[in-house]
């Protein structure tokens, strides 16, 4: 039905979208996992927060594991180099989920005032960790790794540059922000006041690093390679400032959901263009750009990709169902004496 190289060019935008799909999605959680110890005053205010992402943290989580299966089975050179050459910040990703998880889990088994403190900050040192964290990972991988043909020479100190670590702290932003319209959104009484008032300023630093993201990016990476070639790409970056612009514009009219989708779509358009200036590489080489790995010598058989092609076009819209039955399940809003926190 589809050529080789076709099939490795669909499988390279699937890789791009469940990617962008678990930062738009685990993105708000890991927000409001940073602002719990800061945002709740009370017991009742820490079950708001709990039940705002209870029901759907560990469902967005599947994207991440899809993510790293789809780059594992489609692309398995690029699964192989990429883990190992990221492997120290990702193992940290790992224990910051891990931690984040628990943390949330346990908080509410035990009635003793250091185990609640010590859950409280794990919960939020987790999410600090890998909102950040993935950030530098993604921003290097637009930036470039340090390897050639030979080897990698690839470190955690080279990946904490200037443009690793302003990537990392920009999604950190972005999900304090997504965290935050999220919250405003889902909880009423005193709680949503304080996020109200909270969400202004978190745009503007978000705004801030976002103007400075780009212009590093225009001016350190490669990425704007495949815009300067095709110029009505431009439109993608483009549009992500208008949705930023319109973020604080729905903040300001205290329409919170939609201030929400707008973030998301600043996420999506964000990402979006690395991706598509990474194309066809998959993985940069700023070392030996010859060395680059591109999707075609990447992409596994013909055969194997055909086969997931079907198996996705199968599965992904039930999950994307099911995930959409959730949130259509737990809209209301939840209110201080209603809530029954996350067990």
Do not use: C
Request: aromatic share 18%; glycine share 8%.
């Amino acid at each position: 039905m589809f050529t080789h190289e076709t099939l490795a060019v669909i499988w390279f935008v699937l890789w791009a979208v469940l990617w962008i799909v678990y930062f738009v999605l685990d993105g708000y959680s890991l927000g409001v996992g940073i602002l719990f110890p800061f945002l709740a005053r009370s017991e009742q205010e820490k079950r708001q927060l709990q039940e705002t992402i209870g029901p759907f943290w560990n469902g967005n989580e599947v994207w991440l594991i899809t993510a790293g299966g789809a780059t594992f089975a489609a692309f398995p050179l690029v699964y192989a180099n990429m883990f190992s050459y990221l492997y120290v910040p990702l193992f940290l990703i790992l224990f910051g989920l891990f931690y984040r998880a628990t943390g949330l889990e346990f908080m509410s088994k035990d009635s003793g005032s250091f185990w609640k403190w010590s859950w409280k900050w794990a919960f939020f040192g987790g999410s600090f960790a890998v909102a950040l964290l993935l950030g530098v990972a993604f921003a290097n991988m637009f930036y470039g790794l340090s390897f050639t043909a030979e080897g990698s020479q690839t470190t955690l100190l080279s990946l904490l540059n200037s443009y690793g670590i302003l990537g990392g702290l920009t999604f950190l932003a972005f999900a304090v922000q997504s965290g935050t319209n999220w919250i405003a959104h889902k909880v009423s009484g005193p709680l949503e006041k304080r996020a109200e008032r909270l969400a202004p300023v978190i745009w503007f630093v978000t705004a801030g690093l976002f103007g400075i993201f780009m212009t590093a990016t225009a001016n350190q990476t490669t990425i704007l390679d495949n815009f300067n070639r095709y110029p009505l790409l431009y439109i993608v970056p483009a549009l992500a400032v208008v949705s930023l612009l319109l973020v604080i514009y729905f903040v300001l009219k205290r329409r919170h959901l939609l201030a929400f989708f707008s973030n998301a779509l600043v996420i999506v358009l964000t990402m979006a263009t690395g991706f598509i200036g990474m194309f066809p590489r998959m993985l940069i080489s700023r070392t030996d750009p010859a060395a680059s790995i591109t999707l075609y010598e990447a992409a596994s058989s013909h055969l194997t990709l055909s086969i997931m092609f079907f198996v996705a076009m199968v599965f992904v819209p039930i999950v994307i169902l099911y995930q959409l039955w959730a949130y259509s399940l737990f809209r209301a809003k939840i209110t201080p004496d209603e809530a029954k926190g996350y067990h």
